[in-house]
Structures are given as C-alpha cells and as structure tokens.
C-alpha cells in the first residue's frame, strides 16, 4: 500500500503539551498508534500518569486565575483564532497524512480537515461582537434594570473520538478559547499524533502558555480529567454508554457538561423523489468515513411503491465506491478505524442475516491485511432487528419499506437516538413539512452538512447540548447578572 512519501513530524513520541511546551511525560505506560489499513504499529504515546493529569489541570488553572487570556477582550482573543486558522492551513499535508494513518480516514476526507478546522475557527472569531454586546435588562415593574455579563466558565476537559480526531475537537477548542477559557485536550487513544499539529498551530499563533494543554491516554485519563475537582466543564464527542457515565460523573459532581453522541439516523426517501440525485449524495449522506460518523442517515426509509427501484439505487451506488488503500486519492471506502470496531461490524452483519436481512452487496470482511469490511446493503430489513436500532458505525446501510408517509415517520422517530436525517423529495415545500416533524436534532433536505452558525447537537441518547453558532459558544460561558437602579 501507498504510504506518506514526506517524514511526518510525529510518530513515537514521550511527551505531552503543558504550560506552553512539550514536556516529557511522567508515565511509563504507552499506548500504540495502529495503521488501520495494515495492521502495523508505527507510532505510540504516553498512557498519562496520574501526576501528568495533575499537572495539565494545574497549568490550565494557573493560566485562567492568572493569565492573560481570560483578561483579554474577545475581539483581541478573535485575532489569535484567525492567526491559528492560518497555522492550521499551513499544516495541512502532514495534519491529512497523520489523520489517515491513524484511523484509516480516506486521503480524500481528510485532506480537508485542516481547512474545515480553519472555517470553524474564523467562524468562532466572528463572534466576539455578539460576546461584545451590551446586554442590559429593564425590571419588568420598572425602576432598576440589570446588566448581564458573560464570562468564560473556566478550565475545560475536551475529549474527542477516532473518526474525526481534528474537527471534533476543533469545534469545542474554538468556542472555549474565545469564551476566555483554558483548556486541556484528551484525543481518543488511537488518534493522538495529528491533533498535535492543532497545538503547534495554536503556539504558533500566540495562544497564552497554559490556556492549551493535551495529554493522551486511554479511558481512566478521561475519568481522572473529567472528576478533577478544577474541571470547571467537560465537552465530549463519543458513544452513548461513555457519554452515560461521564453525563452522571458532571452531574454527580454539578459542572456543566456538552455530550454528543451516537445516532441512528433514517432517510425518509417520498415517492416524488429524484433517485439520480439522491445517489450523488448517498456516500456522504449515508456512509460518509466508511460508515463512521454520527449523524449519517443508515436507515433508509423507502416506499412500497418504489422499493425496489430503491434497493437498486443504493446497492448500484454503494458497490461502485473504490474501498481499498485509503492514501489512494480515488478510494472512497477504507478499513475500520480500529480491529475491535471491525470485530463489531462484522457481529453486527452475521446477526442481521440471522435475523432475516437480504445482502445485496458486500456483507463480509475482506481478506489480507487491515481492519477492512466490505460496504454493505441489507435489504428487507424490518423495525425490529437489531442492525435496523442500534448504532453499527461502519459501512452498513439498511433499507426499510413503508407504506404510509405516516408510518415513515413514525419508523423515523422510532428510536432511542436523535440526532440526524434526511427527507429526499422533488418538493421543498413538502420536504420540509416532513422534516419538521421527525424528532431529532438536524435535518436535510435532499443533503445533509453541518453549518458552523447553526446549533448542532442530538436528543434522547444522541446527547446533551449544542455545539456550533452562539448556542455551542455559550456552553462556554456562565452569566453574572448585576442589578442596579435607574
């Protein structure tokens, strides 16, 4: 297999990023970086002590009560964020080629993580002026009125997941820093080389000593940072069960918490829809990573009138993808992130056959080596197997008949989570009045794609709170309010 023809930066390393530098870790425990597409270890990083956590709380702390960065006016904090978006950008090669490596990500996918990463930054800047803005609130009796300020909430964990280690963190990095607050930064532990490169980017552009932290570790680092008696706010991007326990941890200890988690998303596909224009969008809407991203719609929910003419779009769209090297800039499908989620998708496809779902392509692993499992479509899928209500992450699309749009619906909303979909429809105007009543936190019509200003985030198991827009900025913020008389 193709491999990075330039020497990345990172690879076996032995430290973490505290107080404004890169200092040897305390640990002796490490943990292996794995190529997906492979099988081979080629990097590592400290499993963090301890007294490694410790020290990343303690500079976060130092630099919020006595640093600059919380004095700063959001406008001057915005300038920093714009001068990292261009960091970021700067490092956009290696960033893309680490990011692959680590977790199997298509060269095509994430060969734009740095410049979304960058958007997401200078869309966070843009809002210092609402940061900015006086608010000052008549007493409804009259008489006196009160002045709302917004201050940064403090030291903030952020931890974010394998299958997209940079935007992921990316979208609570950006809001934290322009809040005011400081930060310290847990990447999944088998994607922990390229968010470095978000760390060099943020020195790089002035960011205050101590307001940026990262340690890498496994999951007792993230309970250690998450239960530290300084963690003024945890922000995390994960699957339901770890969201769980870290949603009772925040509230069990009373700090504000951010939790986005798993979906189980469905395609509501009407009869009047354009097959063709659907099948331009399906990967990304349906599939997008391999099948490892939250909010992708795959469930997907189509007419009895037209069921089969859907099955064939779908398994005609999904065979015709490349799956293969994913450094390839052509391949559109590459190896699970990690042998365990391989291990997991392939129990999820052996129980849907037992349970009754018709293969039409895919449905096994593929031979030699790498975490790689062939992109599948179960038809003749029903309501109440298994594949059709928990989330599989991997690249397995169900498709679904109903017979009325009321029943659709009601399939739509028929599940624990909430936090995608999609309505596809040669009609706006009815599209839309379908989308409206699906119970889940975004949907799109005809596509599907996060929008920077607007809030984001899931209902029921699918999470907690919003990032993105001045909602997702103001998990970062708590509000002092200051009475006076006029």
Partial sequence: MTRPSLDLPWTHVDDLYLDGAWRPALATARLPVVDPATGEEWGSVPDASAEDVEAAMASAVAAFRSGPWPRL?????????????????????????????????????????????????????????????????????GGAETVVRREPVGPCVLIAPWNFPINLMVIKLAPALLAGCTVVMKPAESTPLSIRFVVEAAEAAGVPAGVVNLVTGGGAVGEALVRHPDTAKVAFTGSTPVGRRIGAACGELLKPVTLELGGKSSAIVLEDADLDAMAKVLVRSSMRNTGQTCYISTRILAPASRYDEVVEMVTATIAAGKQGDPFEPDTVFGPLATRAQRDVVLGFLEGAAAEGARVTTGGAAVDGPGFFVQPTVLADVTPSMTVAREEVFGPVVSVLRYETLDEAIALANDTSFGLGGLVFSSSPQRALEVAERMDTGSVGLNFFASNHAAPFGGRHDSGLGVEYGVEGLSAYLTFKSIHRRV
């Avoid at 410049?115 to 200078?122: K, S, V």
Wanted: charged share 25%; aromatic share 4%; hydrophobic share 45%.
């Fill in 73 to 141: 006016s959001p406008s001057e904090r915005a300038e920093v964020l714009l001068r990292m978006a261009e960091e970021v950008e700067k490092r956009a090669e290696p960033l893309s080629w680490t990011n692959t490596r680590e977790n199997g990500s298509p060269i095509a996918e994430t060969s734009g993580a740095a410049a979304n990463a960058a958007g997401i930054l200078r869309h966070v800047a843009s809002l210092a002026a609402w940061l900015e803005a006086e608010d000052v609130r008549p007493f409804p009796a």
